[in-house]
């Protein structure tokens, strides 16, 4: 086989936990492998499997009742959890007889998408531009630094997190290097990610933070905003809520539409996200508050 490369799009994922829990499973490990090193391989067989050079994504939905009550300490302790972003996500709108997307209008997503993939493939090692250095250094200390509890351990990949996403947001506007907008726009979805934890699992010790929402009733968009948004003009101070590394980003705010937190916007695929969140059929879901990464 000479494709390795695997999608999986799990719609009930709690099925996944419930498997991993069981003695002996090895799910879990070849998960966490699988994030780590991409060399997968089965040790209890007596003709043991073996897969190199894997590339393997998932996406997964769950309901914040069932996420809080199967992922368990161990899971989160022993870094299956945070080797996943996890975010808070609502249905966008109500479409009792379901939408009308016409094929014309993923055309556009599908050409950029095409080129993304191809220049991806022609890319070798990437690096960050003087900016983009300059702005990880300034946040690093505070994206690596370990945190307590439950919430602490479903965080503490930060740092490789934002890394990635910094480098796909490089691959989709096709640049050869990183530049300072990729990664603050990595550095907001992080954010984002970081908030949706909080909310989910409560501070720090792991037990739910009291909320009115359920897995029908999510939190609102103003539930998960930072606490002081740089689109005010006002430094924001680090806090539990909005992610330490927050003053960090203070000293060059990116631009700002005025009402939602700025986000840093780099060109290319990423705005044609707007047109399928506004024309996506059915159970079509988007992560709150509305963003532009």
């Known amino acids: 086989m000479t494709d390795h490369r695997l999608l999986v799009v799990e719609t009930e994922l ?4 419930k498997v991993a829990s069981r003695d002996g499973n090895t799910l879990s490990a070849v998960i966490r492998a699988a994030w780590d090193t991409g060399t997968l391989r089965t040790l209890t067989r007596n003709n043991p499997l073996t897969a190199t050079n894997t590339h393997i994504s ?15 300490s161990t899971e ?28 014309a209008a993923l055309a556009p997503l599908v050409e950029q998408t095409r080129a993304a993939l191809t220049f991806a493939r022609r890319t070798g090692r990437v690096e960050r531009s003087n900016a983009a250095r300059e702005l990880w250094h300034r946040v690093y200390d505070d994206l690596s630094e370990g945190q307590h509890g439950l919430v602490g351990s479903l965080l503490a990949r930060a740092e490789a997190q934002v890394i990635r996403l910094s480098l796909l947001y490089a691959l989709l506007d096709r640049a050869k290097q990183i530049e300072e907008p990729h990664l603050r726009a990595a550095l907001e979805l992080w954010a984002y990610a970081d908030r949706s934890v909080r909310h989910l699992f409560g501070e720090s010790t792991g037990t739910p933070t009291p909320t009115s929402s359920t897995a029908t009733s999510p939190p609102t968009a103003d539930s998960l905003e930072p606490r002081c948004p740089r689109s005010s003009g006002v430094t924001p101070q680090p806090t539990a809520s909005t992610g330490r590394y927050s003053s960090s980003l203070a000293t060059a705010p990116p631009h700002s539409n005025g009402n939602q937190p700025a986000v840093a916007q780099p060109n290319g695929l990423f705005r044609l996200v707007r047109l399928i969140r506004n024309r996506r059929t059915g159970q079509h879901h988007q992560v709150m508050p509305p963003t532009t990464v």
């Open 58 to 72: 998932i996406i997964g939905h769950i309901t914040s009742e069932e996420l809080r009550r199967h992922l368990d």
């Open 76 to 103: 989160a302790a022993n870094g299956f959890g945070n080797r996943f972003l996890w975010l808070s996500v609502r249905r966008s709108k109500r479409l009792p007889d379901g939408g009308n997307l016409e094929p």
């Open 14 to 17: 709690v099925s996944a936990f």
